[in-house]
């Protein structure tokens, strides 16, 4: 069965930095890109960052670019996303989600709020 | 690729029929996918290339359409069945996702 489990988020201040963190079991985790997605109740579900299997490629939104670094450790299953400079609105929660292209497996989530 | 869902809110009957709309705003072909998300839950995949149900989806869960329409039917709705639902298109870079139906309890 495949599972991913998220840890990290929180609350942090405008200009901060988190780091969100998805284990990965029940697949080979190397052989899949994996993505990152979040949600606000203004703007919806917006694809945020994905990476190759083997981590040699990375793809941003434009909102995030500069900004968040998403990478993976294969020998741990983990996937990660770094986020720095954080803006008010990148409030949401943020899913970790097998696939680049259709989600079928998702994290519970994490919700990042930005805020003074 | 901008998509675009209606109705926003759609209200039914257990029992009947609901049928939800997507439409993009640039042909997508069938690359399109549907998800339903309930409260406090991660949005759970139900259709892909526009037809296909993922793994475990009840039959009563139908997809249709090409290019820019889009339809997602649901023939005799059960109360798991109240919740949002998302298209999203998979064809052009980046994915982009509708801002979902709020399919409720008439």
């Known amino acids: 069965e495949v599972q991913l489990l998220q840890s990290g988020g929180g609350l942090v201040r405008p200009g901060g930095s988190l780091r969100l963190s998805c284990a990965a079991s029940g697949f080979t985790f190397s052989s899949d890109e994996m993505s990152w997605v979040r949600q606000t109740p203004g703007k919806g579900l917006e694809w945020v960052s994905s990476i190759s299997g083997s981590g040699g490629s990375t793809y941003y939104g434009d909102s995030v670019k500069g900004r968040f670094t998403i990478s993976r450790d294969n020998s741990k299953k983990t996937l990660h996303l770094q986020l720095d400079n954080l803006r008010v609105e990148d409030t949401a929660v943020y899913y970790c989600?097998?696939?680049?292209?259709?989600?079928?497996?998702w994290g519970q989530g994490n919700m990042v709020t930005v805020s003074s | 690729v901008v998509m675009t869902q209606s109705p926003a809110t759609l209200s039914v009957s257990p029992g009947e029929r609901a049928t939800l709309s997507c439409r993009a705003s640039?042909?997508?072909?069938?690359?399109l996918a549907w998800y339903q998300q309930k409260p406090g839950q991660a949005p759970r995949l139900l259709i892909y290339a526009a037809s296909t149900r993922a793994t475990g989806i009840p039959a009563r869960f139908s997809g249709s359409g090409f290019g820019t329409e889009f339809t997602l039917t649901i023939s005799s709705l059960q109360s798991a069945d109240f919740a949002v639902y998302y298209c999203?298109?998979?064809?052009?870079?980046?994915?982009?996702f509708g801002l979902g139906t709020n399919l409720e309890i008439k």
């Open positions: 640039q042909n997508i072909n069938e690359f």
């Open positions: 999203q298109q998979y064809n052009n870079w980046p994915t982009t």
């Open positions: 989600a097998k696939d680049m292209r259709k989600f079928e497996h």
